[in-house]
């Protein structure tokens, strides 16, 4: 799932190499955090949420098909 995350946010801003994406264990759900660049932020995140809705509808598809719990969080 991190690779996933990371793919799709590369893909979406100017500066890929800012973009780290960390994984955190909270029992049986696993926590994406995605760190961009402040100027990126915004397109990580699109116009009212859509592209951070999109990219989480994406990530949960993919943890069904494994039968596990992803939340994907973009911090700054």
């Known amino acids: 799932m991190k690779e996933l995350v990371e793919v799709i946010a590369k893909a979406l801003v100017d500066n890929p190499e800012g973009v780290v994406v960390t994984e955190k264990q909270d029992g049986k759900t696993t926590v994406l955090e995605v760190h961009v660049a402040d100027g990126d932020m915004?397109?990580?995140i699109g116009k009212q949420g859509r592209i951070a809705k999109a990219i989480r509808s994406v990530v949960k598809a993919a943890a069904?098909?494994?039968?596990?719990?992803?939340?994907?969080?973009?911090?700054?």
């Open 42 to 44: 915004g397109k990580v």
């Open 64 to 76: 069904a098909k494994e039968d596990k719990r992803v939340v994907v969080d973009i911090v700054q």
